[in-house]
T-cell receptor, first 112, second 115 residues
């Protein structure tokens, strides 16, 4: 059962472009939404996270937009660089705080 | 500060065998979670251990079992291996403080291949 749906599966942008990755969730018990970045051969690393009482959060070149009523959230990467080429996962966790539910992942390639 | 480490990095087993994967938590962390990541998919939660007790379990059969030791390191055991168990197994440690969410830090994973 996929409780967090992520799109697109893959994305190619030119350097400086703004890739956008979208996620939708079903479980209203989710109350924390992190994004992870994973490079080949590495484990996922936390990039940025948001709570549903906030509509937008920015950290450096990364921005999360959150729409609680639509149960959707998205990641924008400003001024993307070739070093941002990685797989990105959205995730959600409930207030028990023990189980991360991940989306299917988006493989991003930023061309020089 | 030492990050999360896992061993071995790669492992090849045959169907029906048993396997043990190991994880050392990041220094100061008291909670360990295990995830299975099939090729091209997102990680799926197997279970979490806190203070040597299971603290939540995902949709995995009982042949997936675990342990947490007093030093907070952990083992994942899988019995009667099946071909579909081939995956990257990720361990994540965190410090449970009583707050609503404690960031989980992931290790590099163990790549298990079942033939």
């Amino acid at each position: 059962q996929q409780q967090v749906k992520q799109s697109p599966q893959s994305l190619i942008v030119q350097k400086g472009g703004i890739p956008i990755i979208n996620c939708a969730y079903e479980n209203t018990a989710f109350d924390y939404f992190p994004w992870y970045q994973q490079f080949p051969g590495k484990g996922p690393a936390l990039l940025i996270a948001i709570r549903p009482d906030v509509s937008e959060k920015k950290e450096g070149r990364f921005t999360i937009s959150f729409n609680k009523s639509a149960k959707q959230f998205s990641l924008h990467i400003m001024d993307s660089q070739p070093g941002d080429s990685a797989t990105y996962f959205c995730a959600a966790i409930n207030n028990a705080g023990n189980m991360l539910t991940f989306g299917g992942g988006t493989r991003l390639m930023v061309k020089p | 500060e030492t990050g999360v480490t896992q061993s071995p990095t790669h492992l090849i087993k045959t169907r029906g065998q048993q396997v043990t994967l190991r994880c050392s938590s990041q220094s100061g962390h008291n909670t360990v979670s295990w995830y299975q990541q099939a090729l091209g998919q997102g990680p799926q939660f197997i279970f979490q251990y806190y203070r040597e007790e299971e603290n939540g379990r995902g949709n995995f059969p009982p042949r997936f079992s675990g342990l947490q030791f007093p030093n907070y390191s952990s083992e994942l055991n899988v019995n009667a291996l099946e071909l579909d168990d081939s995956a990257l197994y990720l361990c994540a440690s965190s410090l449970k403080t009583g707050g609503p969410y404690n960031e989980q830090f992931f290790g590099p994973g163990t790549r298990l291949t079942v033939l």
